[in-house]
């Protein structure tokens, strides 16, 4: 059964939720919590809110973990690998959902501590007769909360998913959370609001959505060739609503996301050239649902002119951008104690990434510490200025760091070309950049678009190790099982490739 990335919504327009209660435990001793519970493993992320009730014994400090367990056994057919609960918190769970469940309970005193200690392991840690035995006092059916009013014609403020007025989903809406030195336009619509000009830094978040029927890989567009001139949610990936904050409320949304049901942390986006601040946000949503990471997702969008044409333009103001670049990352490593913090940047927004990061390790180098993985995805950076003033300064320095190289990456032949032939740290071939505490991964094999330069987001070969390198953090060496295979060669050393490639 696949499960939809926190598929909770919270809407502008209030929907009203009928809760129906059937077949719960009715005795003076039960309490009723109301919870929101979330069970992931690497294929799915499932977020609902939860109505437990429990006869009998005092559950009350067990009650969001009980019900986390419960809701995996009961709704999500035991696929989630670890669970987590907390109290209800619109913020963080939606003001509705599209999953909502009814569930009651009998716990005795005699089996309270036995049920806590099995609650205190993973779903999959091994038998749990205890938790069976309070679920099989549950109906064998349970209602789900009922969705009775219709949705109004308001665009969701913050959410994860809209329904349509059966309750049933319509599409996706990934929040992300911007951080831009671009300069606004002025305009209302969210596609407009920036343009290539250079700005104070400036925050927000953005809505995003995709539709019911995204595939991974894929930012679905119109299409003229289907006759699609504008863009649908139900069909397209598109912005549907932007919102300007100020820093203080910025970081408190953005660490509450991060923070609350098991910690999962921040995905931070870095576009390249050629992309306009719409192009990076979809990519970035789209990397978070396809991923399916359930923490704050952040998008860094530096002022490119988004034209063929201007890429000389686009050089100067990624250059600009390095140091609110740092000052970004500085915010994000103060955020939250032990929250773990990822790295995606992408083409030219390598540049800007990596001189960012170098400028913060050396103002203080333990803001380090919560960076986990970086991601550089066919980074448009000269390979012997990376080898000779980036990689000393970022390799070896805590995070892991991850290249994706490609022998048909035309941008950066392209790009090459302009720079007096001298290679790209994104390209691959005999001249792969291979260093010491840089895990080399070329991806020359993977089916691509015509430039074969997105293939990171593109490609769900590529997808599907950049789960395991994101939500997991293996090297290499525990990706060889999956996708990866080694190539040894004796002049430049090892490195990666894709199985079959």
Known sequence: MPIDVRVHVRRASRAVLAIVLAGTVATATAATFDLCVRGTSLEET????????????????????????????????????????????????????????????????????????????????????????VLGTAPRRTPALAHTKELSDGTPEVGDAVLDANGRLRYHTVRV?????????????????????????GYG???????????????EAPSILRLEFTADPDKHVMLESLKAMDLGAWRAEVAKHAVELGNPGI??????????????????????????????TVLFSWPSRAATLEYTVDEQSAEWSVPDMKD????????????????????????????????????????RLPFKQLVLAAPDIDADVFKREIAPAILGQGPRVTLYASSNDKALAASRGVHGGYLRLGESG??????????TVDASGVSTEFLGHSYFGDSDTVMSDLK???RK????????????????????GLYWRFKGT
């Open 46 to 133: 499932r977020t609902a809110r939860l109505h437990l009730t429990v006869a009998g014994a005092d559950v009350a400090e067990a009650a969001p973990r009980l019900g986390a367990h419960l809701a995996n056994r009961r709704f999500w057919e035991r696929h989630a690998e670890e669970v987590y609960g907390a109290a209800y918190d619109p913020e963080v769970c939606g003001e509705a959902v599209a999953e909502s469940f009814e569930l009651g309970v009998t716990v005795t005193a005699d089996e309270l501590p036995g049920l806590l200690a099995e609650l205190a392991r993973d779903p999959g840690a091994g038998p749990m007769p205890l938790l069976e035995r």
């Open 328 to 367: 970004v990352l500085a915010g994000l490593a103060t955020l939250a104690p032990n929250t773990p913090i990822y790295v995606i940047a992408h083409s030219m927004g390598n540049r800007v990434f990596t001189r960012g990061f170098k400028a913060l390790l050396a103002e203080d180098p333990a803001k």
């Open 473 to 492: 953090s293996l090297p290499p060496e525990q990706r060889e099982r999956f996708a990866l295979e080694r190539v040894r060669n004796a002049a430049i």
């Open 430 to 439: 005999k001249d792969i950049v291979v260093l010491a505490g840089l895990d």
């Open 267 to 296: 995905l931070v986006f870095v576009h390249g050239y050629n992309s306009s601040f719409s192009d990076g946000a979809r990519r970035a949503a789209q990397l978070a649902f396809d991923l399916k990471f359930a923490g704050s």
């Open 468 to 470: 395991y390198v994101i």
């Open 177 to 201: 959370y911007y951080a831009t030195d671009r300069k606004s336009t002025g305009d209302a619509s969210p596609d407009e609001h920036f343009g290539g000009e250079r700005g104070a830094l």
């Open 205 to 219: 978040v953005v809505n995003v959505g995709l539709p019911k029927s995204h595939a991974v890989g894929q930012l």
